[in-house]
């Protein structure tokens, strides 16, 4: 019997749990950034001074892998410039003063699908993103998956919402358990040549009991779909962590991820997914959870994407000034430079901490006491990786990381959370991945000179 | 509105977790042991405990101002060093000697080194063996509990000497450690409600200090005729306790999976037992210690965590 991933108990300060969504008033404008997804950037295809309507598309897919950016408000394009990001490079970001009719786009309606290449052609015109964080294009992730090389017989529905916080998965299951039934259907039906014999495992831990309920019920009937509990544990929502809870197989760094037999979605990501599918209507609006130790009374509030982050505040009211504006969850989110940041497809929450939350202690020396190992959900050597990335010989260092095993790190945060000394051991750990990867083809370079 | 602050992940960190909570929790653990010294050995340990916490305090003050460093004394890691040494030493000792011990150990062996975390020996436990050979007479054996001037020599001596003078040494004895010995070596019941407090906070795990005191019974017990209460007497006389709860699981000088620690105590507890039984000293526990502190690079390296998918 295989042991569980278990790393660590965060305070989980779901305090929004209870809290139906809130569909806010239009707001007066949107911004909307065309690096709302992984890959490249969306090119605008509309000018200023054009008028747009709801789920219009305004920006198309620029690149291998990019995805479309549509009108979330209808109104007028007033400007297209470009904006910082919290990576320090800045992107072309469109901004839509709203005419507060919301009309929608006669553009907006089912797209027509027959077979696998068009349903992934139509999640591709959807803007349908990995909605979890990472915000990969999800007709790629489906588009892996027919490889003939893999054969996936589990499809992992990550409903862990294992961030502390976030509520706004948790409180769309509740509403729309029809809609990731749909999706499951889609899925089912369009990819039955390489998921019809699939599991589906909606992943969900166990202090979401009321989306449990929901969920059984809605499956009860369907055999293929098996509702997972898992402990409520950080990081469950990692997808090396869940794939190996829910099915045991164990993630190896640098395959992609259907090799392993399985597809993993977000449940927001799938839900989404079908309402496109359902209606022709894209990803314009979400559910963000608001709170933090700032806000006077965290909500979940339903947003069109590009909606500014001040804008939600306005109706949650602050207790006091923001030090710090996450937009995510407070292990893996985005610090952002501004209140005026619009919010992005990914923002499921919209953290705001006030001045004495905003700045961690100060890193200190490490005193070897071997927690960040400890908790690290798949046991890196983490403290080693920072004294193998002090060695001067390239070859050496390169070694040195790999027998550390940071290759397969989650990027969950965990060893930097529990460090007594609070050493960046996360952004260790990235600056380690990144040089193996370059080391790595800088290696294939030479060999074949 | 002011300012936003920008940094890259985590923006939370565990409540509480620091170096010098750490250090803190230590300190706590060690008030038991202290108070039952001063008890035992009466005022003269007490000025022995603020000599060594003192100076130790001050020396990595003075060496940070020199050296031109942040100053660190606010971790707390040299008050930790100073009430160790001072808990391992006689409370006889001359002042003057505490203070040059205690200088040795933040000075040579810490800051030298690069500091707390940087170390590759026990500071309190190398500066005990140090000031055991400079000051042989003084440092060496125990001073005779305030109570009792009569019963002078050490029980470990009076073990050493054979199995009949060992039966005139009474467990209850031990555990009170009303006899001569080192300030805070000798009452096993304060070690152990120390203990508790460590595992309790996290701070050690149980098996790591129980796995170094297991091994020295073990080998008494094998190697001293099958006698529990011969073994047990071993165990709790001397500085075995002190040194497997709060030496031996010192974070800087030792592996850092638990896997390792336990490896690392266990070669402690062998040595130990070869030290008592066939070294000129009594006692083993420190030059034991000191020896694996050595070797921790090497343990560590072949203890590492196996990463879930990763190549070695």
Same mark, same amino acid.
């Given at each position: 019997?295989?042991?569980?991933?278990?790393?660590? @108990?965060? +305070?989980?300060?779901?305090?929004?749990?209870?809290?139906?969504?809130?569909?806010?008033?239009?707001?007066?404008?949107?911004?909307?950034?065309?690096?709302?997804?992984?890959?490249?950037?969306?090119?605008?295809?509309? %000018?200023?001074?054009?008028?747009?309507?709801?789920?219009?598309? /305004?920006?198309?897919? =620029?690149?291998?892998?990019? &995805?479309?950016?549509?009108?979330?408000?209808?109104?007028?394009?007033?400007?297209?410039?470009? /904006?910082?990001?919290? &990576?320090?490079?800045? #992107?072309?970001?469109?901004?839509?003063?709203?005419?507060?009719?919301?009309?929608?786009?006669?553009?907006?309606?089912?797209?027509?699908?027959?077979?696998?290449?068009?349903?992934?052609?139509?999640?591709?015109?959807?803007?349908?993103?990995?909605?979890?964080?990472?915000?990969?294009?999800?007709?790629?992730?489906?588009?892996?998956?027919?490889?003939?090389?893999?054969?996936?017989?589990?499809?992992?529905? %990550?409903?862990?919402?294992?961030?502390?916080?976030?509520?706004?998965?948790?409180?769309?299951?509740?509403?729309?358990?029809?809609?990731?039934?749909?999706?499951?259907?889609?899925?089912?039906?369009?990819? %039955?040549?390489?998921?019809?014999?699939?599991?589906?495992?909606?992943?969900?831990? #166990?202090?979401?009991?009321?989306?449990? =309920? *929901?969920?059984?019920?809605?499956?009860?009937?369907?055999?293929?779909?098996?509702? @997972?509990?898992?402990?409520?544990?950080?990081?469950?929502?990692?997808?090396?962590?869940?794939?190996?809870?829910?099915?045991?197989?164990?993630?190896?760094?640098?395959?992609?991820?259907?090799?392993?037999?399985?597809?993993?979605?977000?449940?927001?990501? !799938?839900?989404?997914?079908?309402?496109?599918?359902?209606?022709?209507?894209?990803?314009? =609006?979400?559910?963000?959870?608001?709170?933090?130790?700032?806000?006077?009374?965290?909500?979940?509030?339903?947003?069109? /994407?590009?909606?500014?982050?001040?804008?939600?505040?306005?109706?949650?009211?602050?207790?006091?000034?923001?030090?710090?504006?996450?937009?995510?969850?407070?292990?893996?989110?985005?610090?952002?430079?501004?209140?005026?940041?619009?919010?992005?497809?990914?923002?499921?929450?919209?953290?705001?901490?006030?001045?004495?939350?905003?700045?961690?202690?100060? +890193?200190?020396?490490?005193?070897?006491?071997?927690?960040?190992? =400890?908790?690290?959900?798949?046991?890196?050597?983490?403290?080693?990786?920072?004294?193998?990335?002090?060695?001067?010989?390239?070859?050496?260092?390169?070694?040195?990381?790999?027998?550390?095993?940071?290759?397969?790190?989650?990027?969950?945060?965990? $060893?930097?959370?529990?460090?007594?000394?609070?050493?960046?051991?996360?952004?260790?750990?990235?600056?380690?991945?990144?040089?193996?990867?370059?080391?790595?083809?800088?290696?294939?370079?030479?060999?074949?000179? | 509105?002011?300012?936003?602050?920008?940094?890259?992940?985590? @923006?939370?960190?565990?409540?509480?977790?620091?170096?010098?909570?750490?250090?803190?929790?230590?300190?706590?653990?060690?008030?038991?042991?202290? /108070?039952?010294?001063? *008890?035992?050995?009466?005022?003269?340990?007490?000025?022995?405990?603020?000599?060594?916490?003192? &100076?130790?305090?001050?020396?990595?003050?003075?060496?940070?101002? $020199?050296?031109?460093?942040?100053? #660190?004394?606010?971790?707390?890691?040299?008050?930790? #060093?100073?009430?160790?040494?001072?808990?391992?030493?006689?409370?006889?000792?001359?002042?003057?000697?505490?203070?040059?011990?205690?200088?040795?150990?933040?000075?040579?062996?810490?800051?030298?080194?690069?500091?707390?975390?940087? %170390?590759?020996?026990?500071?309190?436990?190398?500066?005990?063996?140090?000031?055991?050979?400079?000051?042989?007479?003084?440092?060496?054996?125990?001073?005779?509990?305030?109570?009792?001037?009569?019963?002078?020599?050490?029980?470990?001596?009076?073990?050493?000497?054979?199995?009949?003078?060992a039966s005139s040494i009474s467990l209850l004895t031990l555990f009170l450690g009303t006899h001569a010995g080192a300030i805070g070596e000798t009452c096993v019941i304060a070690l152990l409600l120390g203990f508790a407090y460590l595992v309790i906070r996290k701070v050690i795990k149980w098996y790591v200090p129980a796995s170094f005191v297991a091994t020295v019974f073990v080998c008494y017990f094998l190697f001293g005729g099958f006698d529990v209460v011969y073994s047990l007497q071993h165990v709790l006389a001397g500085g075995l306790l002190l040194g497997a709860i709060f030496m031996a699981t010192d974070y800087v000088t030792t592996p850092a999976t638990n896997l390792g620690r336990v490896v690392?105590?266990?070669?402690?507890?062998?040595?130990?037992?070869?030290?008592?039984?066939?070294?000129?000293?009594?006692?083993?526990?420190?030059?034991?210690?000191?020896?694996?502190?050595? !070797?921790?690079?090497?343990?560590?390296?072949?203890?590492?965590?196996?990463?879930?998918?990763?190549?070695?």
């Amino acid at each position: 019997m295989k042991k569980d991933i278990s790393s660590l @108990h965060v +305070p989980h300060n779901k305090n929004t749990a209870g809290c139906e969504p809130v569909r806010i008033a239009t707001p007066s404008e949107v911004i909307l950034p065309m690096n709302m997804h992984s890959g490249h950037d969306a090119e605008p295809i509309v %000018n200023v001074g054009d008028h747009v309507k709801v789920g219009q598309l /305004i920006a198309r897919e =620029e690149g291998r892998f990019s &995805s479309p950016v549509h009108a979330t408000v209808s109104g007028t394009v007033v400007e297209i410039a470009p /904006i910082p990001t919290a &990576s320090g490079k800045e #992107t072309i970001a469109i901004r839509i003063e709203s005419d507060g009719k919301m009309e929608v786009s006669e553009t907006v309606k089912p797209p027509v699908i027959n077979d696998c290449a068009s349903f992934l052609q139509a999640v591709r015109e959807g803007g349908i993103v990995g909605l979890g964080g990472a915000a990969f294009p999800t007709w790629a992730k489906f588009n892996e998956a027919t490889n003939p090389d893999y054969k996936v017989d589990t499809v992992l529905i %990550n409903a862990a919402e294992c961030e502390p916080y976030i509520t706004s998965d948790h409180r769309m299951m509740l509403a729309h358990p029809d809609l990731i039934a749909d999706g499951i259907e889609y899925l089912r039906k369009y990819m %039955n040549e390489y998921l019809g014999n699939a599991t589906f495992k909606i992943c969900i831990e #166990t202090n979401k009991a009321d989306a449990i =309920e *929901v969920l059984k019920n809605t499956f009860a009937d369907k055999d293929y779909v098996v509702i @997972h509990e898992l402990k409520t544990i950080y990081p469950q929502g990692a997808k090396q962590v869940m794939l190996y809870n829910a099915t045991g197989r164990v993630a190896v760094a640098g395959r992609r991820f259907p090799s392993f037999g399985a597809l993993i979605i977000n449940v927001s990501s !799938l839900a989404k997914m079908a309402e496109y599918l359902n209606t022709g209507m894209p990803i314009v =609006e979400r559910i963000v959870t608001v709170d933090g130790s700032a806000v006077e009374n965290p909500m979940n509030l339903i947003a069109p /994407i590009g909606t500014r982050v001040s804008e939600l505040l306005k109706i949650t009211g602050l207790k006091s000034n923001p030090g710090k504006i996450i937009i995510g969850g407070p292990m893996n989110g985005t610090a952002i430079y501004s209140v005026d940041d619009p919010i992005v497809k990914v923002a499921n929450a919209v953290l705001a901490f006030d001045e004495k939350d905003a700045v961690l202690p100060e +890193p200190s020396a490490c005193i070897n006491c071997g927690r960040c190992m =400890e908790k690290c959900p798949v046991s890196i050597s983490v403290a080693d990786v920072a004294r193998a990335m002090t060695v001067k010989d390239k070859d050496k260092m390169a070694k040195l990381l790999i027998q550390t095993g940071v290759r397969q790190c989650v990027d969950c945060a965990c $060893c930097n959370y529990v460090c007594p000394a609070n050493r960046h051991l996360l952004q260790i750990n990235w600056d380690a991945k990144a040089f193996l990867k370059k080391y790595a083809a800088e290696q294939k370079e030479g060999g074949n000179k | 509105m002011a300012n936003l602050h920008v940094s890259s992940t985590p @923006h939370i960190h565990q409540k509480g977790s620091s170096t010098r909570n750490i250090m803190l929790d230590v300190v706590i653990a060690l008030i038991p042991a202290t /108070i039952a010294g001063v *008890v035992i050995f009466g005022l003269s340990a007490l000025w022995v405990i603020l000599a060594c916490v003192a &100076s130790a305090v001050l020396a990595e003050y003075v060496f940070n101002l $020199c050296c031109k460093r942040k100053q #660190t004394i606010g971790d707390l890691s040299a008050v930790v #060093t100073g009430l160790l040494l001072a808990l391992n030493l006689r409370a006889d000792v001359p002042i003057w000697q505490c203070v040059v011990g205690s200088v040795f150990a933040i000075i040579v062996v810490k800051c030298f080194f690069g500091g707390l975390g940087k %170390n590759i020996a026990n500071p309190a436990i190398t500066a005990r063996v140090f000031m055991l050979l400079t000051f042989a007479t003084t440092v060496g054996g125990g001073a005779a509990p305030v109570a009792d001037l009569t019963a002078s020599a050490s029980p470990l001596v009076t073990l050493n000497q054979g199995a009949e003078a060992a039966s005139s040494i009474s467990l209850l004895t031990l555990f009170l450690g009303t006899h001569a010995g080192a300030i805070g070596e000798t009452c096993v019941i304060a070690l152990l409600l120390g203990f508790a407090y460590l595992v309790i906070r996290k701070v050690i795990k149980w098996y790591v200090p129980a796995s170094f005191v297991a091994t020295v019974f073990v080998c008494y017990f094998l190697f001293g005729g099958f006698d529990v209460v011969y073994s047990l007497q071993h165990v709790l006389a001397g500085g075995l306790l002190l040194g497997a709860i709060f030496m031996a699981t010192d974070y800087v000088t030792t592996p850092a999976t638990n896997l390792g620690r336990v490896v690392f105590c266990i070669g402690a507890g062998l040595l130990t037992f070869a030290i008592r039984s066939f070294g000129a000293y009594p006692e083993g526990v420190s030059i034991a210690i000191l020896t694996m502190n050595l !070797l921790t690079p090497f343990i560590a390296d072949w203890t590492k965590n196996k990463t879930l998918g990763g190549v070695r």
